[in-house]
């Protein structure tokens, strides 16, 4: 840190209680002045040597030894004017980034220019300013910290503007010609300097001082978009310590919080890629605990619906179902030309569709685990993405699996309504294994499972094709479309037994193959149980005659939760 040292003599200053300070001599004081509630027992001489303005105070309060000025209003208070009246005598002094700008705003007050004594200390403080502080990184930023308590002297003396220029200079030069120390704590030091140097020391602004920095570095146009979003992520971190945690305790005042979150998003470069997509999450996600203003809330959600395939689970998990629901639409329905009019989601890139629909299988996964998650919210969430293309359906099964699992009293109806999310034909091999042996899903799924399981290993011609879709009710290509009963009768369960009988024959015949004796040990075990008048969700320890013969223990016996 730079400074400057101003006089020569030691400093006889004392104070003589809280309130009262006077200079150490044999000469009496002879004028009394008041900063405040502090007074000044001082000489008139050195002070109206340099002063112009006590020069006019002692004249219009002439009355005889020991006048007493009041000037309350002087810039800094008490201890801006000790470091003028110091000057005065000729006492040392020292000045630096701390309190330069009170002393300078000081001197302004009490008129200690030029024309009043040469070599006075408004000449002195410009020197030392523009000689040392404003060419120094963290000086230029401790001053502009320093200004704020002392508006509007700072801003008419232009020491804002030179701290604003000074700043904003250094941040835009290339990072070969950065020769000034600088924190940097984010990660290790590398050996050249990093793009972002500047970031972390501008945090020590506070937040109206910060934003006009940020003005004035982005209207410079010579720091990148990125850079600058990194900027506003650190800043608003550092200030609130429960920024992007999803149940994060907040602490301090919620107004100030508040009129950060909405600054912050004001900042925001209008480029995509200027910030992450979980970054701009967590700034909704506290706009909504905030209760910021809708506008606020708005555009966040409109770059968040635009950038969504950029984001990750971890991202969007600290946001509720409900928002959720209204990124996934502003998603499916993008911006045409800037206009009114929207498209659909076709004319949406196919990988961002797909990265939507992981992204959203995922967040179903994560809230299936909180026992208060509405079936409904879940259910009308994955309709939303349902017509999005997806390589495998293990994600949304995932899903189906863990809300089953964390919501064991949900009724049949219930079930069915969630395993519509999920097409059986879309399972990866190792899903189809475990969604046989899961206890958790309704007796049709795991029959549909079995059966498009047996027809990917043991057919591909036209053949399977057909029985696929003798199965498949009503000829549906989607299987999750399927009219559900809730308990089929004994003698609906021979029926479609037969049929899936008649279809393995047709297989036998075409391809050589044998279907899985698992389907069919899943009905005989099912017909049994709807015989008695159980659901399909009782497990059968009964064995027929031909898995007696084989010692094959039955499919329902043998299904459990591998989750």
Request: aromatic share 6%.
């Amino acid at each position: 840190m730079k400074f400057m040292k101003l006089g020569s003599k030691p400093d006889l200053f004392q104070s003589n209680g809280e309130n009262t300070r006077y200079v150490a001599t044999d000469l009496a004081a002879d004028m009394i002045v008041s900063v405040g509630d502090v007074k000044f027992y001082v000489h008139k001489f050195p002070l109206l040597s340099k002063s112009a303005r006590l020069q006019k105070l002692v004249a219009v309060t002439e009355n005889g030894n020991n006048e007493e000025i009041e000037i309350n209003n002087i810039p800094g208070g008490p201890a801006a004017f000790e470091i003028c009246a110091k000057f005065c005598y000729g006492m040392t002094v020292t000045l630096n980034a701390y309190n330069v700008v009170m002393a300078r705003c000081a001197a302004e007050y009490l008129e200690m220019y030029e024309t009043v004594d040469k070599g006075n200390l408004v000449y002195k403080i410009e020197v030392f300013l523009n000689s040392s502080v404003f060419r120094t990184w963290k000086d230029s930023i401790i001053v502009f910290q320093s200004t704020k308590g002392l508006v509007p002297w700072s801003d008419e003396l232009k020491v804002v503007s030179h701290c604003l220029e000074s700043i904003v200079s250094k941040v835009s030069v290339e990072t070969s010609k950065v020769e000034w120390s600088y924190t940097y704590n984010r990660k290790k030091q590398q050996v050249m300097v990093p793009k972002d140097w500047w970031v972390e020391d501008l945090c020590d602004l506070s937040s109206d001082l910060y934003k006009r920095v940020m003005i004035a570095i982005k209207a410079k146009g010579k720091t990148s978009s990125d850079v600058v979003g990194e900027c506003l992520r650190f800043y608003v971190q550092k200030r609130l310590p429960w920024f992007g945690k999803r149940n994060g305790e907040k602490s301090g005042d919620g107004v100030k919080a508040r009129s950060l979150i909405e600054m912050i998003t004001e900042l925001i470069p209008d480029e995509n890629e200027s910030v992450s997509c979980g970054f701009l999450v967590a700034l909704l996600h506290a706009c909504v605990r905030l209760e910021c203003g809708g506008t606020r809330k708005k555009e966040l959600m409109r770059r968040i619906g635009n950038q969504l395939p950029n984001a990750t689970v971890s991202d969007i998990v600290i946001l509720d179902v409900d928002l959720v629901q209204e990124l996934v639409a502003i998603f499916m329905m993008r911006d045409q030309n800037g206009e009114i009019e929207l498209s659909e989601v076709k004319h949406v890139d196919s990988d961002a569709k797909v990265k939507v629909a992981k992204i959203i299988d995922g967040y179903l996964a994560e809230i299936a685990k909180e026992p208060n998650t509405s079936l409904l919210k879940f259910a009308d969430l994955g309709d939303m993405v349902s017509s999005l293309p997806r390589s495998t359906h293990d994600g949304i099964y995932r899903a189906i699996d863990m809300y089953l699992k964390e919501h064991p009293g949900i009724g049949k109806s219930e079930k069915k309504r969630i395993c519509r999310l999920m097409d059986c034909r879309k399972l990866s091999p190792d899903a189809c294994k475990h969604a046989v042996q899961n206890e958790r899903l309704p007796l049709r799924v795991v029959v549909q499972v079995l059966f498009f399981e047996q027809l990917r290993v043991t057919s591909s011609g036209g053949m399977v094709a057909e029985a696929a879709m003798g199965l498949a009710p009503g000829g549906s290509s989607r299987t999750n479309t399927e009219e559900w009963g809730s308990v089929p009768t004994s003698e609906e369960l021979k029926a479609l037994k037969g049929e899936v009988e008649k279809d393995g024959e047709k297989m036998n015949k075409a391809k050589g193959a044998v279907i899985s004796k698992r389907i069919f040990m899943v009905f005989s075990s099912k017909d049994k149980d709807s015989d008695n008048g159980s659901s399909d969700t009782s497990e059968s320890r009964s064995t027929n005659a031909e898995e007696t013969k084989s010692g094959t223990p039955t499919s329902r016996s043998r299904r459990h939760s591998l989750s």
